[in-house]
């Protein structure tokens, strides 16, 4: 014989009540009663995160055009592809920001500033390499504080935060890799 436990929360809300309730604050878009996070520091930390991923589409870019010498060509491939992917941070952050009802601040004045990583070209190939990996570091750990911050809060901003994220290591690896074979040492301590 099966017994079935009570359940405290239901499954899923009464269906007159969703309708009712998705009829209500439609200028609200995508920002339902459900929703329990912050929105205007939500977009806030978004902000930030958008003038992040823009500086290192910029850095990248710069990278790829000014890189030099004998063995550059590999890296600046590289470097075009993390600008492309970085990118594409730009476009789904933005898009996020817009859906929780805020403008993506796309304004350069102030993008230093408002970023977490800094935009720094490096002098050779090896110094760019390093302020990328830096780059990254600094990506990685930010937008694991993200995820954890926005939780079962923002469910939707911390999956495409997780995204990012996966993107963000695969760039430092791929940085570390290059710092590897470029400076002709062993792997780098962990």
């Known amino acids: 014989m099966k ?71 590999s890296v600046k491939k590289e470097f075009d592809e993390h600008a492309v992917e970085e990118q594409r941070h730009v476009r789904v952050v933005a898009e996020r920001i817009n859906q929780l009802g805020g403008t993506p601040n796309l304004n350069p004045e102030g993008l230093a500033t408002r970023s977490a990583s800094q935009y720094i070209v490096g002098a ?10 830096i780059a990254e570091r600094i990506a990685c750990e930010h937008y694991r504080e993200l995820i954890r911050f926005f939780g079962d809060d923002d469910s939707t901003t911390r999956v495409m935060m997780e995204g990012i994220l996966s993107k963000e290591e695969e760039h430092a690896n791929d940085m570390h890799d290059l710092l590897v074979a470029h400076e002709g040492t062993p792997m780098l301590p962990h």
């Open 124 to 133: 050779n190939l090896i110094e760019m390499i390093k302020e990328n990996l």
């Open 3 to 73: 017994t079935e436990k009570p359940n405290a929360t239901p499954f899923i809300s009464d269906v007159d009540q969703l309708r009712s309730r998705a009829r209500k604050s439609i200028e609200r878009a995508a920002v339902t009663p459900a929703y329990r996070g912050n929105v205007a520091q939500t977009i806030e930390i978004l902000q930030a995160v958008l003038a992040t991923e823009i500086v290192c589409v910029l850095r990248y870019t710069m990278n790829a055009i000014v890189a030099s010498g004998i063995s550059s060509d």
